[in-house]
């Protein structure tokens, strides 16, 4: 069985550009959710997704969005980069909602120069 | 709001030797999960062993236990027989099966590093 991917794994971007982030979870897994790891700030949860639905969110400013597919699949835009936003963003995919066992990816590294 | 506590932020142990890592957790809710993830150089977060604040009985998964301390919300890592394939950041997480704080809650991370 696959594990949760997401891509790409690198990426570079200039301040004020947008950037989307992709995650698809384990197969059967409806249920996703995403994080920011920074060496600052360790590890943030940004939002859950469930049925197509943001179901929580963090406490990040609105340029942070999500959205889930039909498929399970997700993606993370966040716009108007910031220096700020560099950071390892990871995707964790559980079977449904109040499952407590989250599966990680091995995370994006969006560096923002 | 519940937090999570890791005070080494580093530690080292000897191939073969036995290490624990400590957490310590604040919460007021009755129901709750704890884990401990691990995350080698490769980024992948793995999940190591969990906890249901439920049980009593300690979860053990092969050279990795925990000792589940309830009341005073701690709950620590045992590592046996270490070996080099183990060391990695270790966190520390929280979370409730339900309601609005369903996320997980992370500490700051142990740097684990094996010695041969």
Avoid at chain 1, 78 to 97: F, H, K, N, Q
Avoid at chain 2, 99 to 115: E, I
Wanted: proline letters at 4%.
């Amino acid at each position: 069985k696959a594990g949760v991917t997401q891509t790409p794994r690198y990426l570079i971007k200039t301040r004020g550009q947008q950037v989307t982030l992709s995650c698809s979870p384990i197969s059967g897994h409806r249920s996703v959710s995403w994080y920011q790891q920074t060496p600052g700030q360790g590890l943030q949860f940004l939002f859950e997704y469930f049925s197509e639905t943001q179901r929580n969110k963090g406490n990040f400013p609105g340029r942070f969005s999500g959205r889930q597919f039909s498929n399970s699949r997700s993606e993370m835009n966040v716009s108007t980069l910031e220096l700020g936003d560099s950071a390892l963003y990871l995707c964790a995919s559980s079977l449904r909602l109040g499952v407590t066992e989250a599966f990680f990816g091995q995370g994006t590294r969006l560096t923002v120069v | 709001a519940q937090t999570v506590t890791q005070s080494q932020p580093e530690m080292s142990v000897q191939e073969a030797e036995t290490v624990t890592l400590s957490c310590t957790y604040d919460t007021s809710e009755s129901d709750y999960y704890l884990f401990w993830y691990k995350q080698p150089p490769s980024r992948q977060m793995i999940l190591v062993i969990r906890q249901e604040a439920y049980k009593q009985q300690n979860a053990t998964e092969n050279r990795f236990s925990v000792n589940f301390q309830k009341a005073a919300k701690s709950f620590s890592l045992k590592i046996s027989d270490s070996q080099l394939g183990d060391a990695a950041m270790y966190f520390c997480a929280y979370r409730v099966p339900s309601g609005s704080a369903r996320q997980l809650t992370f500490g700051s991370g142990t740097q684990l590093t094996v010695l041969p």
